[in-house]
């Protein structure tokens, strides 16, 4: 069982982990909301969201709302992965 939380290097970065923690629910949150609640610097998260955007876990977007805003959404496959990766983790810890 934690052989498989281990194998899944997307999600075993805690900081990438709490980026699709907080997406989960919400499917879409603005670049600044994200980085402001997790207490992030603009290049930390960055670096993350590029990561995640690669494995095709989230998408990331301009959007004009009041002002040009980066926005970013999870993809079905990042929500898939998170709630697989929840489910292993519940697993492996409800057993002790």
Do not use: C
Request: hydrophobic share 45%.
């Amino acid at each position: 069982m934690l052989s498989e939380i281990a194998k899944n290097s997307v999600l075993g970065n805690s900081v990438r982990l709490g980026i699709m923690l907080y997406l989960l629910p919400r499917r879409k949150v603005l670049f600044k909301t994200l980085q402001e609640v997790l207490e992030l610097t603009p290049g930390n998260l960055d670096s993350h969201l590029k990561f995640l955007k690669r494995h095709g876990y989230v998408e990331v977007r301009k959007i004009i709302a009041d002002r040009p805003r980066t926005a970013v959404w999870i993809t079905d496959l990042g929500a898939e992965e998170t709630m697989e990766y929840i489910k292993v983790l519940k697993e492996a810890f409800s057993h002790n």
